[in-house]
């Protein structure tokens, strides 16, 4: 499932789903369909620019729409604020699923990647921030060295 927040689609496929919405938005003829497809495409973009078009696609979509639909929206809307370390969101979309199905398996399991990749991120955070206050400390020791000589 983690391997989910890391999938890409191919630049020439994203292309296919670009062209086809920008078609239908020419001609009027949007569909929840057309927008869904170019919406799930940016999400799996490798790009944050896509990545957040993609989820303001999806966000769109999610106000309207049927039910059955709204649940693949918000499940994408996880993923895709998941990929740009948007965690509380994304948690917050998986809370939203799991409230109308608690025994959704794939929520959950999307639920257990993004709660692993926050706290990672969060301990690089520390390791990085610990990482300077020692180089900082260092640099303070050794100036205090030389000062006394």
Not at 3 to 25: A, G, M, N, Q, T
Not at 111 to 136: D, F, S, T
Request: glycine content about 10%; overall charge positive.
């Amino acid at each position: 499932m983690e391997d989910v927040l890391d999938e890409s689609i191919s630049e020439e496929d994203l292309r296919k789903f670009e062209r086809r919405y920008h078609d239908s938005l020419t001609q009027g003829t949007v569909t929840q369909d057309i927008q869904f497809n170019y919406s799930w495409a940016l999400i799996r973009s490798k790009y944050q620019t896509d990545i957040k078009r993609g989820i303001f696609l999806l966000e769109d979509l999610s106000k309207g729409g049927n039910e059955e639909g709204r649940r693949d929206y918000i499940y994408y809307l996880a993923i895709g604020n998941a990929k740009i370390k948007e965690y509380s969101k994304a948690l917050g979309y998986t809370k939203i699923l799991l409230q109308v199905e608690p025994c959704n398996q794939q929520v959950r399991t999307l639920k257990n990647v993004i709660e692993k990749r926050m706290e990672r991120e969060g301990l690089k955070g520390i390791a990085i921030i610990g990482g300077a206050a020692l180089a900082l400390g260092s640099l303070i020791g050794l100036g205090v060295a030389l000062a006394r000589k």
